[in-house]
Nanobody, 123 residues
Framework: QVQLVESGGGLVQAGGSLRLSCATS????????MAWFQQAPGKEREFVAG????????YYTDSAKGRFTISRDNANNTVYLQMNSLKPEDTAVYYC????????????????WGQGTQVTVSS
């Protein structure tokens, strides 16, 4: 069993930055690939970035590439999403997830989910 708790969301102006954190608990956390998803109002939840179990391999959507950085600290059981150059279209609830397949964009591949953290980018 893995528990996930996101934090770090908030209101920021376009062009600004936020760093999301996902605190995890559970003995097997470090074995899981991890990912961040976003869900904008009225839209489906979508993959943003993923990372393999040891942090060596990362995956991004085209929209996130070059602006967002996913990382993990297995010693402290935390996954991060550094978001720079934020745009109003990045406004969404951001979810942390632990899954079975590194880099998968399918929600079905993720077993554990956090409760989400709201990110709002004003223009």
């Amino acid at each position: 069993q893995v528990q996930l708790v996101e934090s770090g969301g908030g209101l920021v102006q376009a062009g600004g930055s936020l760093r999301l954190s996902c605190a995890t608990s559970g003995r097997t956390y470090s074995r899981y690939p991890m990912a961040w998803f976003q869900q904008a109002p009225g839209k489906e939840r979508e993959f943003v970035a993923g990372i393999n179990w040891n942090g060596v391999i990362t995956y991004y959507t085209d929209s996130a590439k070059g602006r967002f950085t996913i990382s993990r600290d297995n010693a402290n059981n935390t996954v991060y999403l550094q978001m720079n150059s934020l745009k109003p279209e990045d406004t969404a609830v951001y979810y942390c997830a632990a899954g079975n397949t590194a880099g998968s964009r399918s929600m079905a591949q993720y077993v554990y989910w956090g409760q989400g953290t709201q990110v709002t980018v004003s223009s």
